[in-house]
């Protein structure tokens, strides 16, 4: 018995030694958390940075408060280049301890990448209020004074920190930039040299040494500097593979797919190496061999994405879009899910809306975001596809989720801005293109679609504005000294117009439109003879530019010499008989001269010639209509159409006449009949769109005249007709802010059309607009047009006044 509870007590006395033993061997929770921390430190600084992530969120899980920890996550997801979560952990760690100073200024680096230059100056200064010796706080200094131009202050600071932290290569590699942008490449040389000399394995610097000399055009020391990091890691694939890529652009072509091909030998597997040696055979133009080997590729390795989406876009680069999409087809049915699935299916959407195939387009589109609802570059896509097919608001939507998870995309904020702008939200575009502009004041595009939204408000200062930023920033900007040329021009400015457009002739002195503009110049200081030489030159550099052959016309004919006015025009329509403008300009001077035959028949050939030419279509019409024979004119073009159906623009003009002697029904079918022949006459769709707004305004009606015209507002949004036309049919839907910001711009275009002086009154009749709205009804009541809506407008501006 008592041996039975003696065994029984050293069991207890065991049990509890064990215990002991293993609470001994976890620790306490601060121990743990340091062990976690210790262990994430060591694999950061060996690189292993998912292993090393894991550890820190260890160490979190037992002390979310651990702000050092929120800092090593920090400089973990900067490494992965995951910019929003790096920001996201340093912020917190400063929120935890505002004195952290290294975190501080690493958030400050990350704002100056996100070009938030003064939060990150205010970062800078943040630091070195506390500390005005930390070396990071003076390196942001520094990257914030190169990014505002101000490079010998930035300078003085780095050769300081050199000085005080001889060890570290951040001030190295900074003055090694500065002298690159400086054009001093000997000095860049020096700079890493020195830097090499304190830490002969520093790769970033020999890399970056390695670029230099080969800028240098000294591509031996280059190349040494390239076996000097294979030697110091012989163990890195990569550095050999940059040693290709160097011998690659260096002309030593041999020795570049010698290296590749061993690559590819010792590492079957890997893909990279195979996708570089299809790459090298590409840019040495041997694509035979590069499909051979994306072909291998993918049968050695059928599960990787890569060389098959090489071998898609190859194909796709050769217009053979079928084949490309059956490579992506068969990897699809090899891998069956998973994210390179879904990579596969949303590469072949891209295909389908390339080839036009919307619907397919987004039917794939949708595959992917059922999958993977997150998938920002499938949301980006299906903003594309939504807004060529009219449907701006779901555009909207989607471009909208993009900038959510990436708020520096900038196509995604461009995209956005011009659908709100299709959709006819002028402010909401306006909005986004400034904020694009605050975070990134150099993309042009933004600059460009604010010039146009503020002309067409009439705010030609705040435009002017816009171009003169965009000729500070790039001051052999092209588009941005022709926009103020032209702009000082409408003002009949010419000192200013002169000073643009002379920059502009240095730029691009064989542009026909340049020369014609010089032109232009020497009208408005009245040196007609200059002026001439001027257009004649532009027609030698272009002989089918139509603005030079104008100007040339209405300067004989404002000379009174209008016979040689139609003798110049005769030669040029001679020497580009397919011009269509051309024959415009030849009939109208002789509809001048009173010459109807020889106008009507210049306006025939230019219409047969382009069928969607309105002013071939208006001037007939106005030929017949001054002639008071629309009747006999009507019978006459039915029978010339009907010997020859295929000539839309006859029927195009037999549709005009007919809505001038009030049969709109009559004209719609032949609209109708014309678009089923071919639907890209602007003209008829427009006509037709405003027929269903004007005549049957029904809800499905006006869905199809929105239809209709919005393809048009792109090409033709500076032609008051076609917006017109938009604004009428938002204006039918009670959408009377829509309306009125479509007609943004164009009220200076139309005052003497009486229509749309009668939309655009009963638009801000609407909006409560009362002294606008007499303003253009009086204009539309001035003459005695006939015109659908003349009833309409007289009664309204009765109650106006």
């Not at 064990?18 to 060996?46: D, I, N, R, S």
């Not at 973990?76 to 760690?93: D, F, I, M, S, T």
């Amino acid at each position: 018995m008592f041996q039975k509870k003696r065994i029984a007590f050293m069991g207890i006395i065991v049990v509890f030694m064990l215990t002991a033993a293993f609470l001994a061997g976890c620790g306490g929770p601060e121990e743990k958390k340091a062990k976690f921390f210790q262990k994430g430190k060591a694999l950061y600084e060996k690189g292993e940075y998912v292993k090393a992530r894991l550890e820190f969120k260890n160490a979190l899980q037992i002390d979310p408060h651990f702000a050092r920890a929120y800092y090593m996550l920090g400089l973990v997801e900067l490494r992965q280049k995951r910019w929003k979560n790096a920001y996201g952990a340093l912020a917190k760690a400063v929120e935890l301890d505002p004195d952290m100073l290294d975190a501080q200024a690493a958030m400050g680096k990350l704002l100056l990448a996100a070009k938030e230059k003064e939060k990150a100056r205010e970062k800078a200064d943040l630091v070195l209020a506390k500390d005005p010796e930390n070396i990071e706080g003076l390196l942001l200094k520094a990257a914030c004074l190169l990014a505002g131009n101000k490079d010998a202050e930035a300078e003085k600071i780095i050769r300081s920190v050199i000085q005080k932290s001889p060890q570290n290569q951040e001030p190295y590699l900074m003055m090694a930039r500065l002298r690159v942008k400086q054009k001093d490449l000997k000095g860049a040389r020096k700079v890493l040299e020195d830097l090499l000399q304190q830490d002969e394995a520093n790769k970033i610097g020999r890399i970056l040494l390695a670029e230099i000399l080969e800028k240098s055009k000294d591509f031996k020391a280059a190349e040494a500097q390239y076996q000097t990091l294979i030697e110091q890691e012989p163990e890195k694939p990569a550095l050999r593979l940059a040693l290709a890529r160097f011998y690659g652009r260096t002309g030593k072509p041999e020795k570049a797919e010698s290296i590749l091909k061993d690559l590819v030998k010792r590492a079957p597997e890997e893909e990279n190496y195979r996708l570089a040696l299809a790459q090298f055979y590409a840019e040495t133009r041997r694509p035979e061999r590069m499909e051979a080997v994306l072909k291998q590729a993918i049968s050695d390795l059928p599960d990787k994405y890569g060389p098959v989406r090489m071998l898609a876009a190859y194909y796709l680069s050769r217009k053979k879009a079928p084949e490309a999409m059956k490579v992506l087809d068969r990897f699809a049915d090899r891998v069956k899910t998973g994210p390179l699935f879904l990579q596969a299916r949303l590469l072949k959407a891209r295909i389908h809306f390339q080839e036009g195939d919307r619907d397919k387009a987004l039917e794939l589109v949708e595959v992917v975001l059922k999958e993977n609802p997150g998938d920002v570059a499938a949301h980006a896509l299906k903003g594309d596809i939504l807004a060529t097919k009219r449907d701006f608001v779901g555009a909207v939507a989607e471009y909208r989720t993009v900038l959510h998870e990436e708020p520096r995309n900038v196509r995604a904020a461009l995209n956005l801005a011009r659908a709100h702008f299709m959709n006819g939200e002028q402010a909401l575009a306006e909005e986004t293109y400034k904020r694009l502009l605050e975070a990134n004041p150099r993309v042009k595009e933004a600059r460009l679609a604010l010039v146009d939204i503020y002309r067409r408000k009439g705010k030609v200062d705040l435009a002017r504005d816009q171009l003169e930023e965009m000729v500070k920033q790039d001051p052999k900007d092209k588009a941005a000294l022709t926009a103020l040329g032209d702009l000082y021009l409408a003002r009949r400015d010419v000192r200013k117009a002169k000073k643009y457009l002379t920059r502009l002739a240095r730029l691009a002195p064989e542009s026909p439109a340049v020369i014609t503009k010089m032109g232009v110049v020497d009208l408005l200081e009245r040196r007609p003879a200059t002026a001439k030489q001027f257009f004649e030159e532009a027609l030698k550099k272009d002989p089918d530019y139509v603005p030079a052959l104008r100007q040339l016309a209405n300067t004989l004919v404002a000379e009174k010499k209008e016979k040689r006015a139609i003798a110049r025009c005769k030669k040029q329509v001679a020497a580009r008989p397919k011009n269509d403008s051309f024959r415009v300009l030849l009939g109208r001077l002789y509809l001048r001269n009173r010459n109807f035959s020889a106008a009507r028949k210049q306006f025939e050939k230019a219409l047969a010639l382009n069928p969607d030419s309105q002013e071939a279509l208006f001037s007939l019409a106005q030929l017949e209509q001054t002639q008071g024979s629309v009747e006999k004119a009507l019978k006459k073009y039915r029978e010339v159409w009907a010997k020859n159906p295929a000539n839309l623009g006859v029927a195009m003009l037999i549709a005009t006449l007919l809505e001038q002697q009030g049969r709109p029904r009559e004209a719609k079918a032949l609209y109708e009949k014309i678009l089923d022949r071919n639907p890209n006459v602007s003209a008829a769709a427009n006509n037709l769109a405003f027929y269903y707004a004007e005549y049957e305004p029904t809800t499905q009606n006006l869905m199809r005249a929105k239809a209709l015209v919005g393809p048009l507002l792109d090409r033709h949004k500076d032609n008051p007709n076609v917006m017109d036309t938009a604004a009428w049919i938002a204006y039918r839907q009670g959408e009377f802010k829509k309306a009125r910001d479509l007609m943004a711009g164009m009220e200076e275009k139309s005052k003497n059309i009486p229509v749309i002086n009668y939309h655009l009154g009963m638009i801000y009749l609407r909006l409560d607009r009362k002294a606008l709205a007499r303003k253009y009804l009086s204009r539309a009541l001035k003459g005695k047009d006939r015109y659908p809506g003349r009833k309409e407008a007289e009664k309204a501006y009765k109650q106006l006044t």
